[in-house]
């Protein structure tokens, strides 16, 4: 089943905007990033090291961004970095199990 990533996600009151920028996050050695001042959380296709990462894998670095808010909002930021790369880990992992396939086909390039 396909589920297409939209352009913004909502998490509590706060709406963050999905966008790719494969420039900036390489310039900084960062495969995603999330701003929360900005609300917008930043995804690196790879395409700038040569390299074109799967739906799969973008798709665990979405979840973990996702995880970054949550963490903040709802847990008061005590969950540490390699909780949440396990949580993203293994929330991927079930998802794709249960036959869920990310689509990102609707994320834009962030305009800078």
């Known amino acids: 089943m396909k589920l297409i ?28 990033q999330t701003n929360h001042k900005e609300q917008l959380i930043r995804l690196s296709t790879g395409e700038h090291a040569g390299v074109r990462r799967s739906n ?25 970095e390699q909780q949440i790369e396990a949580i993203s880990a293994g929330m991927a992992q079930a998802l794709l199990s249960l036959g869920i396939e990310a689509d990102f086909s609707q994320i834009p390039e962030e305009e800078i």
């Not at 352009?7 to 995603?32: E, M, S, W």
């Open 56 to 80: 799969t894998m973008l798709f665990e670095m979405l979840l973990h961004e996702i995880l970054h808010p949550i963490n903040q909002l709802y847990c008061g930021g005590e969950v540490t």
């Open 5 to 32: 990533i939209p352009p913004t996600c909502q998490i509590g009151a706060h709406t963050y905007k999905v966008r790719f920028n494969d420039k900036l996050l390489g310039a900084a050695d960062l495969r995603a």
